[in-house]
């Protein structure tokens, strides 16, 4: 209950603000009837007029995991985020490996298997990648090569 | 018979050794994808995408190998459903119920073969389906205006929502976000940059390839943290694999059923696999009546639900090649496929590039009769590959989303995107929120407002002209009909559970 609930409060508030902003949209010169800010503002109302009805008529809750599940898809995420970032001054090899290594771990929490499906992972996607599917990766930081 | 020359042209592209190998490829990699748990068709493809267009395939050789890479996950999906219990992907739920019961009665094997040759005569038919209906289609779509083809999509967002969910307003609320999601960028007609928030990056919209797979692929890897990768190794082993002939036979009234029903679903805008393989079980279940076994492992059970599945399948093409409108999440993957390599779905593309059209079909023809020979004496390849531990499948999977989404634009926002696309996803599917729909709004929300907006400048801004012909008329009857409808019938239409042991 509490869960739609909360969701269906989020999306309108996030559909009110979206058509707010979408009362901000610049016309230009070369109107059509409808213009711009319409439609937007049509999908709005359809998304907040739905949080409504499910503010009001709620599923029954999820099985929502442990917090420390949370935890560790929170770790996940910043990994992810991380990875993200760290891909183009770190090159392929490096952030792979220990992003994966991170997920593996995360997945099923043995340290060793972890870190050598982190490194085969690595290692066996550059292969694969750059040479049978001839994608132009970076291999390490641009640093160490001159 | 222009059918038949039509067909020969596109055997005359698709029969090439090059393309021949791609389809052999393209079913092999799908019937792994299909069979790993976690990896269904639409993610599958979803990830594959980037990394074709980077290849630098050509349209009609990424178009074989994605189409053989579609089926052959349809054919995949069987496997963990029978041997697991685990269905690969949706649309072989249904083949858990019969399935796992008659490999546990050990006859995993037969099991698997009859429902491969099932899956053969369900996509076989539709094809044969879609050549026949696809053209007569697509020239009654000559007749859409702009205000039909609002109703159209509106009717695809409708009956998707109503048929797919369990919720009408949860539905509602992901078309909201996909199509609001569509709206940021810049606009058309004005030049004007939209709800980007003064981001650059925003300015040419959010790619939907990175949408797709974030919400697909990367939800996935999250839903495998949370579960530590349990419940995907338990199994039925798999001793020898002969051909059963009397089942076979035995079934070939179900297969045809099954099929026509399967490919009547999956023509419906917003049905799809699901509802295909769903409406087969049910049909033969109530044709079969108490005495039929139903749900304890009879092979009319393992046939009607992968015959239905695959039919619908190639029926889903039909309305997504001549309307441009997918009738599942897969071929709105597809869709996202043939607009990544600037094809345009639509009645104009049966007579401006017929022999994309045909080599399509012609190769669909063709990954079907491999998949085939592929399936029966391979199977226990298949079943190797289960093996493959979570704990490394999954992180290859993430490993393989970043550096396919990465190698498109080189940009980390669009990984950033990615990964945002993916806790959503998992939230949304958390809450029983479906997220097709979310998909199908950023493909269409472009072409809907389009639609809506030309229609207006057609009547000068007069809202009746939207209701003004027949065909639109009827689309929106049934588009609220598709809505409305399945809240009465929820009761009736209930899905059945998976089987627990």
Redesign the interface.
């Known amino acids: 209950m509490a869960s739609d609930r909360i969701f269906g409060l989020v999306v309108l508030f996030v559909a009110l603000a979206y058509i707010a902003s979408a009362t901000q949209i610049q016309t230009s010169f070369l109107a059509d009837p409808v213009g711009p800010k319409a439609f937007p503002m049509l999908i709005g109302a359809v998304a907040a007029l739905s949080a409504l009805v499910l503010i009001v008529k709620p599923d029954p809750d999820p099985d929502w995991p442990a917090s420390r599940t949370f935890g560790a898809l929170l770790i996940a995420v910043i990994v992810l985020v991380g990875y993200a970032y760290a891909l183009k001054p770190f090159g392929f090899i490096l952030p792979t490996a220990v992003a994966a290594g991170i997920l593996s771990y995360q997945i099923s929490p043995r340290p060793r298997a972890a870190a050598l499906s982190g490194i085969g992972l690595s290692a066996g996607l550059f292969v694969l990648f750059k040479f049978a599917l001839g994608l132009g990766l970076v291999a390490w930081p641009k640093g160490w090569i001159g | 018979m222009d059918i038949l020359s039509n067909l020969a042209m596109g055997f005359g592209i698709a029969l090439s050794p090059y393309t021949l190998m791609l389809a052999v490829i393209g079913c092999f990699l799908g019937t792994i994808i299909g069979a790993l748990p976690g990896l269904g068709p639409s993610n599958g493809v979803a990830i594959l995408i980037p990394?074709t267009f980077?290849?630098g395939l050509d349209a009609t050789s990424a178009l074989v190998l994605m189409t053989s890479v579609y089926y052959g996950a349809m054919y995949g999906g069987r496997i963990s459903s029978i041997l697991l219990n685990i269905p690969g992907d949706e649309p072989a739920l249904m083949t858990t119920l019969d399935g796992y019961p008659m490999a546990k009665q050990g006859r995993a094997g037969d099991a698997l073969v009859l429902s491969g040759v099932a899956s053969f005569v369900g996509a076989f038919l539709a094809t044969v389906g879609l050549m026949l209906l696809a053209p007569l289609l697509a020239r009654v779509a000559y007749l859409f205006g702009p205000a039909e083809y609002f109703a159209l999509y509106l009717l695809a967002f409708c009956t998707l929502g109503g048929m797919a969910s369990?919720?009408q307003?949860?539905s509602?609320?992901a078309?909201?976000?996909g199509?609001?999601i569509a709206?940021i960028g810049v606009?058309n007609?004005?030049?004007?940059p939209?709800?980007t928030?003064g981001n650059l990056h925003l300015m040419d919209g959010v790619d939907f390839l990175v949408a797709i797979v974030g919400l697909f692929a990367?939800a996935e890897?999250?839903f495998?943290?949370?579960s530590?990768?349990k419940g995907s190794s338990i199994g039925v082993k798999l001793e020898k694999v002969t051909i059963p002939w009397a089942d076979i036979m035995a079934t070939k009234w179900t297969m045809l059923r099954a099929s026509f029903v399967g490919f009547i679903a999956g023509i419906l805008p917003g049905a799809g696999a699901s509802l295909g393989s769903f409406l087969a079980y049910m049909t033969e279940k109530s044709i079969a009546g108490e005495k039929g076994g139903f749900g304890t492992g009879t092979p009319r059970g393992v046939a009607a639900p992968e015959a239905g599945n695959n039919a619908a399948a190639g029926g889903a093409l039909v309305p997504m090649l001549t309307l441009g409108v997918p009738g599942s999440g897969t071929t709105a993957v597809l869709l996202a496929l043939l607009m990544t390599l600037n094809i345009t779905p639509g009645p104009t593309l049966f007579t401006d590039r017929p022999e994309v059209v045909w080599g399509l079909i012609a190769s669909l023809l063709i990954a079907n009769v491999v998949l085939l020979l592929m399936n029966v004496p391979m199977v226990k390849v298949f079943v190797r590959v289960l093996q493959v531990?979570?704990?490394?499948l999954?992180?290859?999977v993430?490993?393989?989303s970043?550096?396919g989404i990465?190698?498109l634009s080189?940009s980390?926002f669009d990984?950033?995107l990615?990964?945002g696309f993916?806790?959503l996803g998992?939230?949304l599917r958390?809450?029983?929120?479906p997220t097709v729909p979310v998909i199908l709004g950023i493909l269409l929300g472009g072409n809907?407002?389009d639609a809506?907006?030309r229609a207006?400048?057609l009547s000068?801004?007069d809202a009746t002209y939207l209701f003004s012909t027949p065909i639109s008329v009827g689309l929106w009857v049934a588009a609220i009909l598709g809505f409305v409808a399945p809240m009465f019938l929820r009761g009736v239409l209930r899905k059945p559970q998976r089987v627990t042991d």
């Open positions: 990394l980077t290849m369990n919720n307003a949860k509602a609320i078309s909201a976000i199509l609001g709206m606009d007609n004005s030049g004007m939209r709800l928030g990367i890897v999250f495998f943290i949370e530590h990768g531990p979570p704990w490394v999954l992180p290859g993430t490993m393989i970043f550096v990465y190698s080189g980390y990984l950033l990615m990964v993916g806790a998992y939230v958390k809450l029983d929120v809907m407002e809506l907006r207006m400048v000068d801004g």
